[in-house]
Structure formats: structure tokens, C-alpha cells
């Protein structure tokens, strides 16, 4: 037997009525207000605080373009004409009955209210969130300052104690009144100390953990290799050609990417050693058809920028590639190049 079919009332209850509506949105935490032509219609509590109204009816009649400010006046208009297809939260620059500018984030949908297509606006203040991101740029500017300041003076230290070293003993060389006793080479070693010092500091500013250092096993020495040395500064590829030519290493010189390739096309190097930027296609570009051409080839990159392997492109980073910062310590160089003469699988090292 078939029971009988609900009462009408009982079926009406089960609809939401507008005022179960209104006064879920009168509990609402969010601004929300309905608009219909872009003429707010409908504001709840929330709403008429935000806008420094005491009743709905003092929002209600506004153009929705009245409540926002300047700054983000034309955006509004924009959107309005052609409302998102998707729900998303866009920030606003508002404004609220009295004058006062805010920050708002707004997110809205398309309804029918009062059986007219209108549109459903939530709106959150957003000015303290604006506030504590202000002062945590200027936190961050502040702190900025203070260590660039402190970097400023423990580089000025032994940068000052390199240029009287060497002004003293070009002084001294030019008025043929070199001391004896060894005076040049501790004028040479201090230089060298303290451009040692200078590159420690600017390690500080590293924001990733220095790699764990090699394994100290005995390694071969790279007399008889040919090291191919990329670099436009004239004084450091000299400095660096000098230095391995007296370790017993054939050494030639390119300044730019192409020169390198065409040399090494000609006369294939055992390493190479190039910086990340060099004139005339970049030290990727070269390490990328050096690659191509040799898949096992040592490559040593200097660069003298921050993070300077992470800016490395990740297919080259491998145990056939290391990173080291400029000015790099010519003794690490030797060990590099000693290390990659083993056969690849002796000597791992840490990806670059």
C-alpha cells in the first residue's frame, strides 16, 4: 500500500527561505554585499562596518563603483562589464563612506537575487595583513642595510692591507730599493693571505651549506696536462696561466666562448676551466657543446656570483662539473684538475 504523498507545508519547510538566507549572512564574519546593475541592493553587518555605515540602507543605492578607490578604479571597471568565469580572490584598493582608503581582497560570483541577475560580492579587510607585509619589507631593508654595512667593513680590512702591500713594494721597486732577506715573497704571501680573507668573507653571504669538502687521498699531479683556461680578464687568465704553467701544465687561453670551442675543436683539453659569464655566448653555452661533444669532460666554473651553482644548468650538474667562487684559491684549482686526471669512478664528487 502506498503511503500518502507529503503535505505542501511540510515540503515548503525544506526550502531555504530569505530570511534563514539573511540571517546566515547577518552571522557572517565576511562583508557581503548583492548588487544588481551595479547598484549594491542588499549589505549585511559585516559589510556596513567595513564601510562605515550603521545600517544597510546607508550602503544600499550606492553604485558599486562609489566604494572603490582610485587606484583600483579602472580594474574594477573592467571587471564589471566582464565578470571572472571562475571564482577568484583579486585585491582592491576600497573605499568607505567617509573618504578612507583600504585594502580589501574581494571574490564574487553571479546570482539571482529578488529574480534579477545579480552579482554576490564577499569582501575581507585586508589592511593588516598590508601593514605587517610593509613592515616586514622594512624589516627586511633595515636588516638588509645592516649587513651590507657589515660587510663593507670587514672587507675594507684586507682590502686595504692588499693595496698597501702593494703600493709599498711597487714604491719600492720603482726606487730599485727592494729590501733582502725575503722581503718581496712576505709581501706576496701577505697579498695572498688576506685575498684568501676577502674571499672567506664574501662566503658568508652564502644562503645555502658549503659543500662537504673532498677526500683527501693522494691525488696525481697534473704535470703534462692541457688545461684550457676561459677567461675575458686579461690579469686573471695571466695570473692563472702563469700559476699552472709553473705546476707543469699545458696551458691555452681563450676570452670568449667561441674562441674556447674553436681552440678546443683543434686541440682537444684534458680540463677546462671557464667562468659562468664570458663574452661572445656565455660559459653555459660553451659547457653545453663541450658537453655534447665529450660527456665525461672535467669542467671547473668559476663565477663571482651568489649561489653561483645553483644558477647551473641541472643537466650539468654532475661529478665531472664543480662550481667555485672567484677569486678561486689556486691551490683548490690544482686539486681539482689532479682529481679529475683519475679515471671518473675513483674520485666522486659532491653535484654542483
Known amino acids: 500500500m502506498m503511503s500518502a504523498p507529503p503535505a505542501s507545508d511540510d515540503i515548503a519547510s525544506t526550502v531555504p527561505s530569505e530570511d534563514n538566507i539573511r540571517l546566515l549572512l547577518d552571522l557572517l564574519p565576511d562583508a557581503v554585499i548583492v548588487t544588481t546593475q551595479a547598484e549594491v541592493v542588499f549589505a549585511n553587518p559585516a559589510a556596513q562596518r567595513l564601510f562605515g555605515a550603521e545600517t544597510g540602507q546607508e550602503v544600499q543605492g550606492h553604485h558599486a563603483l562609489d566604494l572603490v578607490d582610485d587606484r583600483s578604479l579602472a580594474l574594477a571597471m573592467m571587471r564589471l562589464a566582464d565578470p ?145 683556461v676561459v677567461e675575458n680578464d686579461p690579469a686573471a687568465a695571466a695570473a692563472l696561466s702563469s700559476y699552472l704553467s709553473a705546476q707543469g701544465c699545458r696551458v691555452s687561453l681563450a676570452d670568449s666562448g667561441r674562441d674556447a670551442w674553436d681552440r678546443f675543436r683543434n686541440d682537444p683539453a684534458d680540463v677546462v676551466i671557464t667562468d659562468l659569464l664570458v663574452q661572445t655566448g656565455d660559459g653555459e653555452d660553451l659547457i653545453t657543446v663541450l658537453r655534447d661533444f665529450d660527456p665525461l669532460l672535467p669542467i671547473i666554473v668559476t663565477t663571482a656570483r651568489p649561489g653561483g651553482a645553483d644558477r647551473l644548468d641541472a643537466r650539468f650538474r654532475d661529478e665531472r662539473c664543480v662550481v667555485v667562487k672567484k677569486p678561486p684559491p689556486l691551490s683548490e684549482i690544482t686539486r681539482l684538475i689532479a682529481a679529475f686526471l683519475l679515471p671518473p669512478s675513483e674520485e666522486p664528487f659532491t653535484s654542483c
Do not use: C
Not at 545579480?118 to 631593508?141: K, T
Open 84 to 228: 571572472p568565469a571562475t571564482e577568484q580572490v583579486f585585491p582592491y584598493h576600497l573605499r568607505r563612506l567617509n573618504g578612507d582608503h583600504f585594502e580589501a581582497e574581494l571574490t564574487g560570483r553571479n546570482i539571482v537575487f529578488r529574480d534579477r541577475p545579480s552579482r554576490l560580492l564577499v569582501i575581507r579587510d585586508a589592511s593588516e595583513q598590508s601593514r605587517a607585509r610593509d613592515q616586514s619589507r622594512r624589516d627586511a631593508r633595515q636588516a638588509l642595510k645592516e649587513q651590507i654595512a657589515r660587510v663593507r667593513h670587514k672587507l675594507s680590512q684586507p682590502l686595504n692591507v692588499i693595496r698597501l702591500a702593494a703600493e709599498g713594494a711597487l714604491l719600492m721597486i720603482e726606487r730599485d730599493r727592494i729590501p733582502a732577506d725575503g722581503w718581496p715573497e712576505s709581501q706576496f704571501a701577505l697579498i695572498a693571505e688576506q685575498s684568501e680573507r676577502t674571499a672567506q668573507i664574501l662566503d658568508t653571504l652564502r644562503i645555502d651549506e658549503p659543500d662537504p669538502s673532498a677526500s683527501s687521498a693522494a691525488l696525481p699531479q697534473p704535470a703534462g696536462s692541457h688545461i684550457l
